[in-house]
């Protein structure tokens, strides 16, 4: 669909890098006549390629509007003729505000057509000079889908824009946009001649609003034809593409940062292209896109489709950088100009440069590429003369190759100036630089010092144009102390041209060199060869379709080197070098296997003996399965090839007779092998001359072999072995436990894909999987995942377990409430025993059980019965205890003894009185006297007494 005048984008300073068309003399279209103001010539153009004519609109040219065809040759316009029945009003009814070609007709709509002041969009075909009204959608359907009261249903039906956009599809079938009816319809004819045609309508899972603002159809999904209806609203703002097989809704394509720009048109306009296979990708355009400082950038968004049955999914977004631009307002395929199977894109900015407006041309190839957006680059912008440079890019329409040079042209129009201009597309053609070398014989044995190596230039080009004019000039260059070019200018070089006008596709010419006798050949030759397009038909004043350029995959540089020896004693003056390669693998063990994980790194060394002639160019190509190369040795460099990696080694000089080249160390990486590789496989290639036939190949196989003895597992059950169960846990609550298997990793080997068989204890009282299944966890994993259930076992598969790292299975288990009254007692227990089952391919399994021991536990004495017997027992203590006392029990029976005591120690302490005085008068030496005598005797009755007494 075109964009009508209210939708914008941004443009990118990016410096033009490679452009294929024509801008030195645009070829200009303009109406017949003059028209009135706002007319809009070139509001939307199409090209008939059966009548090889440009088909320009005016849609607001008079009442009704106007649809030219163009004479391409000399750009004269003349409008179709209309029937005069169609002028029922003086109503604008933009008839050309879309026009689309098909094979062999031009579909033209009035969207805003009038029929007793209700504007109910029309379509007509245009074939053979006929224009044939085509048949609208059946009133009694238009109603029924209106699904509003009969008062305001009215209102909705009386404007459905049918023709606000085309697409004709690539059987024949033909799409009319009608986004101003109810919520948007797409109406669908299966043909030109279709006089009933059916449609797209909305329903729950599509936009409601502005639906179908822009249409397309290809292979979005699968090979067969589905269809695309975009709304410029969706659900919420943002913009949506729906996808269709025939009427069938499949699926739904959001703006890819829904929700941060509503209002941004996506879906404004879509354009079908191949870009990254067989399939058809979507571009879609939001041309009033904007960030928070900006208006009407305008955006581009690619969808790539790259699974079967799938809609296009986003690859990235081309966001304009200038406000106002509206980049994205019209879209065009002008299909594959550099050859490389690739559409390539031209996308319009037509309020760019102050109004102006700019187209800019995009590689297919770069779209589908990994370039950032910031390092994403137009191959071409095109700007227009002064005389028409207002809305340029308002329309855009690629023409099926008029000129027939094998590239579509492309047509711009600038409707704000009624101009429509056509640009020639220029064809290109790949050239690819290489050389020959040179032969050397007789360099020593002769007196021969002139020599030649030929250079050629391999063209491929497309069918298309059939004669090609282009100019190329090659220059030599060779580096060498004595080595010389002959014919040289006044820096050494040596230039050429060739004209590639013939039908040929390879153009060589010898280039000449001297070797003088007495020069030193021990070091190689170098040279240089550089072509480049001479008369590059871009910039010169005139077309032709027949000139063309070169494409960006031309292979115009080429370096080599040669080296300047002989083998004079050779009598074909050929070297016939005898080389034999012997490898040294440091785990190559005569065939015993080598296991994985005992190293990080190995390495593998290479000789390489010459027996025979000279080898001037030998090399060997080494390719390894299994193992990466870390390092390699100097004169080594990797090589890519279509299905491998490998690495090709040539030697920094001639290997001469009798010598040997040394490959040195190459370390490979050996810390990435698990138990799933069975061999390691290194294939190595000898090149007598490395541009020539392998010479020699030697194959080593080496086998690995996985150790699983540095594995153990352990089994626990994770509230202990033995789970004691009460009463009312056996009649009322159950129990709950889990059996955990913990496998360890301890060996050198790293694993993958490990098998483990949880066999489980089936019994009527036992139950698995109720609050989470039988699971597995490795470091792979974030959370736990669920085995595999297969009858009385699961299957868990232990996806990676590396030197050192753990997984753990969890078998869950709950003991089923009333299941156990008459299999367990207080003298009799049970078990649940589950075990796990590691399996090797190669080496005996490993297992690990765990059996619980279940217990019957008789219920413990309340704590509230202890506390009130213990209370009631310290109540009785102290009742006893008073009575006791009451009664005499614990008074001394021997009073009188007490009191005879009592005396005693009161004459006692009056004796040792008087018995201190009287001491202290005695002679010194006299004996005791009587008196003392009668007191000891007094103390010995006392001490007798107390004793009786004690």
């Not at 160019?617 to 004169?635: E, Q």
């Not at 009056?910 to 202290?920: D, G, K, P, V």
Request: aromatic content about 10%.
């Amino acid at each position: 669909m075109n964009l009508i005048i209210w939708i914008y984008l941004t443009v990118a300073s990016w410096p033009n890098a490679f452009g294929w068309y024509y801008i030195e003399k645009q070829e200009i279209f303009l109406p017949p006549t003059n028209l009135r103001n706002n007319s809009y010539f070139g509001y939307s153009i199409t090209y008939d390629e059966s009548n090889k004519a440009l088909v320009i609109s005016a849609p607001n040219e008079n009442n009704f509007g106007e649809v030219y065809y163009c004479n391409i040759e000399d750009r004269t316009c003349n409008p179709i003729k209309k029937d005069g029945q169609y002028l029922k009003s003086n109503y604008t009814y933009w008839f050309g505000a879309t026009v689309k070609a098909g094979r062999d007709f031009v579909m033209m709509c009035a969207p805003r057509y009038d029929i007793e002041s209700k504007a109910r969009g029309t379509c007509y075909s245009y074939a053979n000079g006929r224009l044939n009204k085509n048949e609208k959608i059946n009133e009694e359907i238009r109603f029924a889908d209106a699904g509003l009261p009969m008062d305001t249903k009215h209102g909705q039906i009386a404007m459905d824009s049918f023709g606000w956009c085309i697409d004709v599809a690539s059987d024949g079938a033909i799409m009319v946009g009608g986004p101003g009816m109810y919520h948007g319809r797409t109406m669908i004819y299966k043909n030109r001649f279709d006089t009933n045609p059916n449609f797209i309508r909305t329903t729950e899972h599509t936009p409601q609003f502005n639906f179908g603002y822009a249409v397309a159809s290809g292979s979005f999904i699968n090979k067969s034809l589905s269809y695309a209806v975009s709304s410029t609203y969706g659900t919420d703002g943002c913009g949506q593409v729906a996808f269709y097989e025939g009427l069938t809704f499949i699926n739904i394509s959001n703006n890819p940062i829904n929700g941060s720009n509503i209002g941004s048109m996506f879906g404004a306009v879509l354009c079908a292209a191949s870009l990254s296979g067989e399939r058809t990708d979507l571009l879609v355009g939001a041309p009033t896109y904007a960030t928070k400082r900006t208006y009407n950038l305008g955006a581009v968004y690619v969808y790539l489709a790259l699974t079967n049955n799938v809609i296009p999914v986003f690859k990235r977004k081309i966001v304009g950088q200038v406000s106002g631009s509206m980049f994205g307002s019209a879209i065009v395929n002008v299909g594959d100009l550099d050859g490389d199977k690739k559409h390539e894109i031209a996308i319009a900015a037509p309020f760019e440069k102050n109004g102006h407006g700019v187209v800019y041309l995009y590689s297919g190839a770069d779209l589908i590429s990994e370039l950032t957006e910031k390092d994403l680059k137009f191959i071409q912008i095109i700007e227009p003369g002064t005389s028409y440079g207002e809305s340029f890019g308002m329309s855009l329409t690629a023409l099926q190759d008029y000129d027939e040079n094998g590239c579509k042209e492309l047509a711009v129009g600038s409707p704000y100036k009624d101009t429509v201009v056509l640009l020639r597309c220029v064809a290109t053609i790949d050239v690819e630089t290489s050389t020959k070398p040179p032969n050397l014989q007789g360099l020593t044995t002769s007196n021969i010092t002139d020599f030649e190596f030929e250079v050629c230039l391999s063209i491929k080009k497309p069918s298309l144009p059939k004669k090609i004019i282009a100019l190329v000039s090659t220059t030599v260059e060779m580096f060498h102390k004595y080595a010389k070019l002959t014919h040289t200018n006044n820096t050494g070089q040596f230039t050429y041209e060739t004209s590639l006008n013939e039908t040929k596709s390879e153009y060589c010419r010898n280039v000449s060199f001297t070797l003088p006798p007495e020069g030193e050949y021990d070091s190689i030759i170098d040279y240089n060869i550089s072509s480049k397009l001479l008369n590059d038909p871009r910039t010169l004043p005139e077309f032709n379709s027949s000139r063309v350029i070169l494409s960006n995959r031309s292979m115009l540089t080429f370096q080599n080197s040669f080296w300047a020896y002989e083998c004079p004693n050779n009598k074909n003056k050929t070297c016939a070098p005898n080389l034999i390669l012997t490898p040294y693998i440091s785990f190559d063990h005569d065939g015993d296997p080598y296991v994985i994980g005992s190293s990080e790194k190995e390495t593998m060394s290479i000789t390489v003996y010459n027996s025979g002639d000279k080898a001037y160019a030998a090399c060997v190509r080494i390719y390894i399965i299994g193992v990466n190369m870390l390092t390699i040795p100097t004169g080594c460099a990797f090589e890519s090839l279509a299905d491998r990696i490998g690495l090709v080694c040539k030697p920094s000089r001639p290997i001469l007779t009798n010598k040997t080249w040394n490959i040195d160390q190459i370390v490979l990486e050996m810390k990435h092998l698990t138990n799933l590789n069975k061999n390691i496989s290194i294939n190595m290639l000898l090149f007598d001359h490395c541009k020539d036939n392998v010479t020699k190949t030697i194959p080593k196989i080496i086998p690995v072999m996985a150790d699983p003895r540095g594995i153990t597992m352990k089994g626990e059950t994770d509230i202990g072995s033995i789970v004691n169960m009460t009463n009312e846990d056996i009649e009322r609550n159950g129990k709950k436990m889990q059996h955990i298997y913990t496998i360890v990793n301890k060996g050198p080997t790293n694993w993958k894909q490990l098998s483990i068989q949880v066999t489980l204890q089936m019994q009527p009282y036992i139950k698995y999987d109720t609050d989470s299944p039988v699971s597995v966890y490795d470091s792979t994993r974030d959370s736990y995942t669920p085995c595999l259930s297969q009858n009385e076992s699961r299957i868990c598969v232990v996806e990676a377990l590396t030197t050192k790292e753990f997984a753990r299975i969890h078998v869950p288990i709950y003991i089923v409430p009333g299941t156990l009254d008459k299999i367990i007692d207080k003298h009799t227990n049970t078990t649940i025993t589950s075990s796990i089952n590691l399996k090797f391919t190669d080496h005996d399994n490993k297992t690990e059980s765990v059996t619980t021991i279940i217990t019957l536990l008789e219920a413990p004495i309340p704590i509230e019965t202890i506390i009130i017997a213990v209370v009631f027992g310290i109540c009785i203590l102290s009742i006893v205890t008073v009575i006791l006392y009451k009664v005499g029990f614990l008074r001394r029976k021997n009073k009188a003894q007490l009191e005879k005591l009592k005396n005693s120690v009161k004459r006692q302490s009056t004796l040792h009185s008087r018995t201190s005085m009287r001491q202290s008068h005695a002679p010194v030496g006299n004996d005791q006297s009587p008196i003392l005598q009668e007191e000891q005797q007094e103390q010995e009755g006392y001490e007798q007494t107390n004793k009786a007494f004690t």
